[in-house]
Each structure stands twice: as C-alpha cells, then as structure tokens.
C-alpha cells in the first residue's frame, strides 16, 4: 500500500502556496507514495483580506483536524508572524485537540516550510515556535539538514529555507519564490517522502 503524504498549508499571498506546489511534485517523484494537497480554513473575513490586497485561495480543498489522521507523514507550510506561525494556521492546529486525547498521529514524520518577509524575519525561529506543536502530538520531525546540496551553502544570492526545512522571502508581497528557493522545496517533498516510505514500510 502505497504511504500517504498529505502537504497542509495556508498562504495568504501566494508565497507558501507556491513552496506547496513544488514541494508536491518533489514528493510525487518518490515512487510508492501517494501525495495531496490541502489548506486550513481563513479565519479573516473577506472585508478584512479585500484590504489586505489578498489574492483569492487556491483550489485546494480545506482539511479538518480529522482528517489529518489518515495520513502516514505531513508536511506543514505557513508564513511568519513576528517569529511564529500564522494565527490561522495556529487556529487549526489547536482544533487538533481530538488528535492529541488520542494520540493519533504519534509516531508519524511531519516537516516544516515557510515564508517571510525578511532574511531575518523568523525563518528559522518559526520553525523552532511550531515544532512544539509536533511535539505534544509525538509527532517525529524530520527536518531536510543540509542534504540538498551545494544550494545549501550559497551567500551570494539571497535565498529563504535552512536546515529545519524549505522557505522563501516574501519582501514587500511582490517578490515570488526564487528558482534556488524552489529546489530546495523540490528536495524537501522528495527527501521527506522517501523517509516517509521507510517507515510505513518498516511498521
């Protein structure tokens, strides 16, 4: 039977949402796995996004705190708010209080991606502030180190990602997640779903 990957996100301008993608399609290259998309609920209202300039949502179906059970490894993606993760993305995962009484997702591998506004806007202490959440549900985080290479190392250009797991620098909304940015997602999907493999099959 095939391992189950789900890759669960929220993108308010695009930014994590274009990470996701190509974090599928890193996962979807591993042979023996099955992969799907989704995203957490808005808790804006639309009045609110309207003047944010927020974009429409992607076609993604949305995801209930349930439903996360089904799968065998999860990789979850969401911007920074000053150092953390996004509130709606916290609102779903303290709807996962169900999941925790249960301990359902015990012992599954779960990884991190994320963006931000600056290179010093949290891309490593957002990832840090959500590993607890993995923690209390005894989830195992896999993180991608420095395993995707050379990209790994680069100083001249300016990139988003580290050792915890894919990321990109959103600046001022407009900048889109750079090629460098998007290999090390493609890595990320393909890394994590290969481990993911290991141990469905070795359970």
């Known amino acids: ?10 993108s308010m301008y695009g930014h994590v949402e274009k990470l996701a993608q190509e974090i599928l399609k890193g996962a979807s290259s591993v042979e023996g796995v099955e992969v799907k998309l989704w995203q957490v609920s808005e808790t804006l209202p639309e009045e609110i996004l309207a003047k944010m300039h927020a974009p429409p949502k992607g076609d993604a179906p ?3 705190a349930s439903e996360l059970a089904e799968a065998d ?13 996004a509130a709606q993305f916290k609102a779903f995962f303290d709807s996962t209080g169900g999941l925790w009484r249960t301990q359902q997702l015990a012992g599954k591998p779960a990884g991190i991606f ?4 600056s290179q010093g806007g949290g891309q490593e202490t957002t990832a840090l502030t959500a590993i607890t959440q993995l923690v209390h549900h ?45 290999q090390l997602a493609f890595h990320q999907g393909k890394y994590f779903a290969g481990i993911t493999k290991k141990l469905k099959a070795s359970s």
Do not use: C, H, N
Not at 73 to 85: A, E, H, K, S, Y
């Open 138 to 182: 005894g989830m195992i985080f896999v993180p991608v180190g420095y395993t995707a290479g050379a990209g790994m190392f680069e100083i001249e250009k300016v990139k988003g990602g580290s050792p915890y797991g894919s990321g990109t620098l959103a600046g001022d909304g407009t900048r889109l997640p750079t090629e460098l940015e998007l």
């Open 1 to 10: 039977m095939a391992a189950k990957i789900y890759i669960v996100y929220y």
């Open 73 to 85: 490894g999860v990789l979850f993606g969401f911007p920074t708010r000053f150092g953390m993760m």
């Open 62 to 64: 949305i995801i209930t």
């Open 114 to 117: 994320f963006s931000t506004a």
